[in-house]
């Protein structure tokens, strides 16, 4: 008996691990980005297909979190941000709270966050099923994809290489997006294309 | 709370204060802690958050010059809420402390209990709820001036989170009283010994980490550790990226333990990143589930492609399919093929017999076959259940089976001869009686295939006979059954088509030619089960083995020519031949009490000029000096290994090979049973014999797995010497 219900359990474990695989399958750098589709925060709608030939920064946030926010009132991420849409890059914040859940805001809000905090991002995704966020398997805010314009996944990971949720930390940090998207443009291989992404869990539905 | 609460706790802790002298000591602290409280301490001991109580204590009231103290960060944490371990998982930051000491004092890292695995939708943290203690292990200097106050002060910075996350920092302080040396100290929080109970341990038998990109394994357990009780397993990576954090950890039993299986991170384990981290196992008792905590640091041991063919990549159908390949092939074997020769002559013989007849043969055969096979399968359960290592042609390791076997073998080939006859079906008492005894006799010809099988291996055989030892009885069951299955196949074939029977030369003399040649392949099996036998036990078993033929050959003539003489006669010459047989079975059973598994293998290796026998620390301080080793595991009863070293190691050119290129030549011996040879098979997913291995020079080079069957250029090229 217990052979047989070791097998039924190493069957449906296995079952489980396609089916958690296939829902959230994580993307590989190098490889093509997920196609999507979002609702942005003024109401339209974008489609990563039509942004080929670009650039593409995807940054998964959410305005109450302390790690956001120490990369939002430093004047980090729109710093970077400003930059980035200046040399013609698309910066797309993703928000993937669900309703009632922390940083889940509707398109005016989140509008008006941006306005107060010098926020410059091309466009902000409301992605409030999550369905973005785990097809790119985003699970920190900040985390942050950057897809090349030939629509290859080149980078996923942290903002930078220290994980804490102090200012001061920031100009003692390795800005990996800054160098991936220096190496991007300069055409050469981004030499830390996955990193460790830190700060708050998104707070997906389930 | 400035007053040092520290005297105050040990005063509860230990109310009978046990002499007049600790009473004396007590009273001189407390005076000493009254004059300096005022100035000495600023920092309390505890502080508050919102979701978090933490408190700064230590293993001990006071400290001496050259103490080794625990201080412990105690946090308690509201219902919901968590902090995170050193590796936080999906996101996360793990609590750290700053320590500020006293001038000299040195403070370790922080060591950290077992965490919670907490999962949220997509998202997977290793954390603590409600309460946890983090302990340091800190020195106090030589030159603490007992009678003086040694200050503790710390930040800890932590981040709480819920739904929503808080980083928060918090000062925490404790100025202990220094004492001289062999003073009282008292006996600290009850807190720290409370943590160090749930630190993780040394595991108490070796891990060892298989990765082949798209799983990550890890291979550990011994005897004691029985799957039977193992409610969960569960490995939590040290390191970030090491592993998926979140995917299902699987686990089965092997042959030597338990294998868990973990599906690799971002930044998987190589040569040089090691799997660091902690195993939990819950094991399920009689006063309920208990937790046991181990230490993981191992490097992967490399997986050579040669590697996953022959075991972990197969699934139950794969496995199925290539035993009922390798039964199949089996049957062309030097050791099954005299065997089924003979069964398909006797099928001849009797082909003027009625379709249904020569069907019910091939059944009994198959039939033969079968059971033979499950009570192989059987054994190999029973034996893998009281955790006995095991191997293909197992059976072969214990001189009693060689002895019996070689008896068989030298039996058959007499039968072969003519000198005796087997079975009632060439007498002629009638049709149905021939039948009968065919039947028989077929049945027992399945159950000698299957004997003879065993020392053989076939090609795709290996694979699905690994990948079945390691598995539950069923799936085991199975591939055993599977295996039997080809094995009986072209005999059923045989027997069941007609017309595949007229294409069989016509019965003739030829046959009776055949049959008596026929013998001479089961004599040198009998003569090489006795070398084999010798190997195993020295000249022991020898006279036991010969005597046993002698009186055989003695009871088949004494039966021979009383055949055609009075009834008087041949019960006489029945009798002595009974007795005569039973004379070397007796002395069987005799030494079969003594004579378990491996006695006596220590004769079976000597130290040749070119080969030293193997022995897992020999091998491993040589992969330390970065020497190149060529590995090769063997067995006497194991023909290819034999033919092996004959054709392709042991000759001059491959040994000259071996010199120059310095090599060292290790050459273990699987013939009786040796666990540490049967784990080593194990390290690179086999169960049996031959298994030849060679690790190029260089502390980390990745051994190479050679084929099964060799030839010198094969070696030659694979170490590079050609």
């Known amino acids: 008996m217990r052979a047989i219900q070791h097998l039924l359990r190493n069957t449906l474990l296995l079952f489980l691990t396609l089916t958690a695989s296939l829902a959230f399958a994580e993307p590989d750098i190098d490889k093509p980005a997920p196609a999507f589709r979002g609702k942005t925060a003024d109401g339209k709608s974008i489609d990563l297909a039509s942004l080929k030939g670009k650039t593409v920064v995807l940054e998964w946030t959410n305005h109450e979190c302390p790690f956001v926010r120490k990369h939002y009132e430093s004047g980090n991420i729109p710093q970077i941000q400003k930059q980035a849409t200046k040399d013609g890059i698309v910066w797309l914040q993703v928000i993937s709270s669900a309703p009632g859940k922390e940083g889940f805001v509707d398109g005016a809000t989140a509008a008006k966050l941006n306005s107060e905090r010098g926020s410059a991002p091309t466009a902000t995704i409301l992605d409030s099923d999550g369905s973005i966020g785990k097809l790119y398997g985003a699970k920190t805010s900040p985390h942050l994809f950057i897809i090349d314009a030939s629509g290859l996944l080149v980078y996923k990971g942290g903002i930078d290489s220290i994980p804490s949720a102090d200012k001061d930390d920031i100009a003692k940090a390795e800005n990996y997006v800054k160098s991936a998207l220096n190496e991007l443009s300069a055409g050469k291989k981004i030499s830390k294309a996955s990193t460790k992404a830190y700060g708050c869990a998104v707070k997906y539905a389930s | 709370m400035t007053k040092p609460r520290a005297i105050k706790g040990r005063g509860a802790a230990n109310p009978h204060a046990r002499s007049l002298l600790n009473g004396a000591k007590e009273l001189?602290?407390?005076?000493?802690?009254?004059?300096?409280?005022?100035?000495?301490?600023?920092?309390?001991?505890?502080?508050?958050?919102?979701?978090?109580?933490?408190?700064?204590?230590?293993?001990?009231?006071?400290?001496?010059?050259?103490?080794?103290?625990?201080?412990?960060?105690?946090?308690?944490?509201?219902?919901?809420?968590?902090?995170?371990?050193?590796?936080?998982?999906?996101?996360?930051?793990?609590?750290?402390?700053?320590?500020?000491?006293?001038?000299?004092?040195?403070?370790?890292?922080?060591?950290?209990?077992?965490?919670?695995?907490?999962?949220?939708?997509?998202?997977?943290?290793?954390?603590?709820?409600?309460?946890?203690?983090?302990?340091?292990?800190?020195?106090?200097?030589?030159?603490?001036?007992?009678?003086?106050?040694?200050?503790?002060?710390?930040?800890?910075?932590?981040?709480?989170?819920?739904?929503?996350?808080?980083?928060?920092?918090?000062?925490?302080?404790?100025?202990?009283?220094?004492?001289?040396?062999?003073?009282?100290?008292?006996?600290?929080?009850?807190?720290?010994?409370?943590?160090?109970?749930?630190?993780?341990?040394?595991?108490?038998?070796?891990?060892?980490?298989?990765?082949?990109?798209?799983?990550?394994?890890?291979?550990?357990?011994?005897?004691?550790?029985?799957?039977?009780?193992?409610?969960?397993?569960?490995?939590?990576?040290?390191?970030?990226?090491?592993?998926?954090?979140?995917?299902?950890?699987?686990?089965?039993?092997?042959?030597?333990?338990?294998?868990?299986?973990?599906?690799?991170?971002?930044?998987?384990?190589t040569a040089k990143q090691a799997l660091t981290g902690v195993l939990t196992i819950m094991e399920d008792t009689d006063e309920g589930p208990i937790r046991h905590a181990f230490e993981v640091a191992a490097a992967p041991v490399s997986a050579h492609p040669a590697e996953k063919v022959d075991g972990e990549v197969l699934n139950l159908p794969s496995a199925i399919g290539l035993a009922l390949l390798g039964g199949l092939i089996l049957n062309l074997m030097p050791c099954v093929f005299p065997v089924l020769s003979l069964k398909a002559l006797h099928l001849l013989r009797q082909a003027g017999q009625s379709k249904s007849a020569a069907r019910l043969q091939g059944l009994a055969y198959a039939l033969g076959v079968l059971v033979s096979f499950a009570i192989l399968g059987g054994i190999l359960v029973i034996m893998k259940s009281t955790r006995s290592a095991l191997g293909w042609g197992f059976q072969f390791q214990s001189p009693v089976f060689v002895l019996l076997a070689a008896n068989l073998m030298f039996v058959m080939g007499l039968s072969l001869s003519g000198i005796i006859k087997l079975g009632g079906s060439y007498t002629g008492i009638g049709n149905d009686l021939a039948t009968r005894g065919g039947m028989i006799g077929s049945f027992f010809t399945g159950v000698l295939a299957s004997v003879v099988a065993a020392p053989c291996t076939a090609p795709f055989m290996a694979a699905a006979v690994t990948y079945a030892l390691a598995q539950p009885p069923i799936p085991l069951l199975s591939v055993l059954l599977a295996l039997g299955s080809g094995l009986a196949l072209p005999f059923l074939a045989l027997s069941f088509c007609p017309a595949m029977q007229r294409r069989l030369p016509k019965p003739g003399v030829w046959m009776d030619t055949l049959k008596q040649a026929l013998a001479f392949p089961m004599y040198a099996t009998a003569a090489w089960l006795t070398w084999v036998l010798a190997e195993q036990t020295g000249s022991t078993y020898l006279p036991l083995l010969l005597g046993g033929m002698l009186a055989l050959a003695f009871a088949a003539w004494l039966m021979q020519i009383t055949r055609t003489s009075s009834l008087a006669y041949r019960r006489i010459a029945t009798t002595l031949a009974a007795l005569t047989i039973s004379t070397p079975i007796a002395g069987v059973f005799l030494v079969a009490d003594n004579a378990g598994f491996g006695s006596g293998q220590a004769q079976s290796i000597e130290k040749a000029a070119n080969w030293e026998p193997f022995d897992p620390d020999r091998l491993k301080s040589l992969r330390e000096k970065g020497q190149p080793v060529f590995l090769n595991l063997t067995a006497d009863w194991c023909i290819s290994c034999l033919v092996n070293e004959r054709v392709a190691l042991h000759v001059d050119s491959v040994q000259d090979a071996f010199r120059k290129s310095g090599l060292v030549y290790l050459k273990g011996d699987w013939t009786s049973h040796d666990p540490l040879i049967t784990e080593k098979l194990a390290d690179f997913g086999r169960s049996g014999v031959p298994l030849y291995v060679h690790y190029p020079a260089g502390k980390n080079s990745a051994p190479i797995v050679l084929p099964q069957i060799l030839t010198p250029q094969t070696v030659l090229s694979a170490i590079g010497a050609e």
Request: proline letters at 10%; hydrophobic letters at 35%.
């Open chain 2, 28 to 269: 001189l602290w407390t005076s000493i802690l009254l004059v300096s409280s005022e100035s000495a301490q600023a920092l309390p001991d505890t502080a508050s958050t919102d979701q978090v109580q933490a408190r700064l204590i230590a293993s001990i009231d006071a400290v001496y010059p050259g103490a080794k103290l625990q201080l412990g960060v105690n946090q308690r944490i509201i219902p919901n809420w968590h902090t995170y371990w050193k590796n936080p998982g999906d996101s996360g930051l793990p609590t750290t402390i700053q320590w500020r000491l006293p001038g000299g004092a040195t403070a370790g890292e922080i060591a950290w209990p077992v965490p919670s695995r907490i999962t949220s939708g997509p998202i997977t943290n290793y954390a603590y709820s409600n309460e946890v203690t983090l302990l340091t292990s800190v020195t106090v200097p030589n030159t603490a001036t007992p009678g003086s106050f040694f200050p503790i002060e710390a930040t800890v910075k932590w981040l709480v989170c819920e739904q929503s996350c808080i980083p928060q920092t918090v000062e925490l302080g404790l100025n202990l009283p220094i004492v001289s040396d062999g003073q009282t100290v008292g006996t600290g929080n009850p807190l720290i010994a409370k943590a160090q109970a749930s630190l993780p341990v040394d595991t108490p038998w070796p891990i060892t980490v298989r990765d082949n990109h798209n799983t990550t394994a890890l291979q550990f357990g011994g005897p004691d550790l029985s799957s039977s009780k193992i409610a969960e397993i569960s490995f939590f990576p040290d390191t970030w990226g090491r592993i998926n954090h979140g995917a299902p950890q699987t686990w089965r039993p092997t042959e030597n333990g338990i294998e868990l299986t973990l599906q690799p991170g971002e930044a998987p384990v």
